[in-house]
């Protein structure tokens, strides 16, 4: 079964820094998901990305995708306390059909002021 | 954008009891609906995947006698926690498979069982 791991585990910056969140699969790919969450709230969907090599950006967060499309990074530029909460990768097999989304273990962010 | 409307948002009940968890999908058709559970400071597990109109499939561990789920209809499938125990407490959230930008979440359900 495809796994995902994520790292850091835990990250506490300054708000101003900048910082990136690892995401690796066991497999390859088919879509990868990042969400950010604040406990026991629903998920906010950041991005996705199917296609190797592919880059996305909103506002202060940008998500790549490797070429063989097994990793995955969430990079924040210039963090503000509002980007503080656990960060979530997810991913799916599916290429014709919705699949069921298997979640790395999630990044706790905390952003000091 | 789609909406999954996920009701209700807090339930405490007492041992032994019952407790049914909806999930809407307010402006698409659902075929499929994944149901997750968290517990503190964990990442979402996945529980069982629905598919409208037919039996759910659930994820090795999960009893699908204590957790039944129910999908008759393209817009609403249900989580029922049966015969509910303290170790039942827990954070529950659906999903519906895919809208071309993710999948759209569910606001959760946190469980407490007294």
């Known amino acids: 079964s495809q796994e995902l791991e994520q790292s850091p585990q835990s990250l506490i910056v300054q708000e101003g820094k900048n910082l990136t969140i690892n995401c690796t699969s066991s497999k390859t790919l088919y879509g990868l998901y990042w969400y950010k969450q604040k406990y026991g709230e629903g998920l906010i969907f950041l991005m996705m990305l199917q296609k190797g090599g592919e880059e996305k950006s909103h506002e202060k967060i940008t998500a790549k995708l490797d070429e063989k499309k097994q990793q995955s990074s969430l990079h924040i530029t210039a963090s503000q306390p509002s980007h503080a909460g656990i960060y979530l990768c997810g991913a799916d097999n599916a290429k014709t059909s919705y699949d069921k989304v298997i979640f790395g273990p999630g990044t706790s962010l905390s952003v000091i002021p | 954008g789609a909406v999954v409307s996920q009701h209700p948002s807090r339930v405490i009940c007492k041992s032994g009891t019952s407790v049914k968890i909806e999930c809407r999908s307010l402006d698409f058709q659902a075929t499929t609906m994944f149901w997750y559970r968290q517990f503190p400071k964990k990442s979402l597990m996945l529980m069982a995947t629905s598919n409208e109109g037919s039996k759910a499939t659930y994820e090795q561990g999960v009893e699908k006698d204590k957790f039944l789920i129910n999908h008759a209809s393209l817009t609403l499938s249900t989580l029922t926690v049966t015969s509910a125990h303290p170790e039942d407490s827990s954070f529950y959230i659906c999903?519906?498979?895919?809208?071309?930008?993710?999948?759209?979440f569910g606001s959760g359900t946190r469980l407490t069982v007294v």
């Open positions: 999903s519906a498979g895919g809208q071309g930008y993710g999948y759209t």
